[in-house]
């Protein structure tokens, strides 16, 4: 452990600066062991849910399901992983069975964890766990999404082409598949 992460900065106040029916967004006073004092920003949740899960699903040793769907944040439908919050009551891996019922119409008998990831830390709290699926069947529970999702079957080393793609972008589901494919090769 280094001289840094021993001397953590002292939280001198946190508040809540906006509400929306997504996201908290709070103000941290903090001290730091060298007396400076910043005010930070951070977008959080709204309370619900204890998390989130990821998942990479794969019907078949060589191949991931991924999901089509419109991301309001770049007004545009987007190729990625089937995700969703973890429900009160609900551990990681009964969250991911019911995200992957409710996005892709299946259910894995086989799930594990494959790895927490963040996305970008200094201004949020947001962490996801991978979970890695398989064994599949049929089963589909109705969610909460606006509109049917498109399922998309890909090669899991067809990663390069599928970063060529200019609706694939998101690190998280990037970084997901390259781990479960390492994974994948080192249990052969």
Known sequence: MTATADHKPHILERRTVARSRLFNIEEIDLRFSNGAERTFERLGGNGKGIGAVMIVA??????????????????????????????????????ANRELKEECGFGARRIEPLVE???????????????????????????????????????????????????????????ALYIARDKLLNEI
């Open 58 to 95: 794969m019907p078949d040793p060589e191949h991931v399901l991924l999901i089509r769907e419109y991301a309001a944040g770049f007004e545009d439908y987007t190729l990625t992983l089937p995700k969703g919050v973890i429900d009160e009551g609900e551990d990681m891996v009964t969250a």
């Open 117 to 175: 990831l963040s996305l970008s830390p200094n201004y949020m709290r947001q962490r996801i766990q991978v979970m890695l699926a398989r064994d599949l069947y049929e089963e589909r529970l109705p969610g909460d999404e606006p509109e049917q999702l498109e399922v998309e079957t890909h090669a899991i080393d067809s990663l390069p082409a599928l970063l060529s793609r200019e609706d694939f972008h998101e690190g998280r589901a990037i970084a």
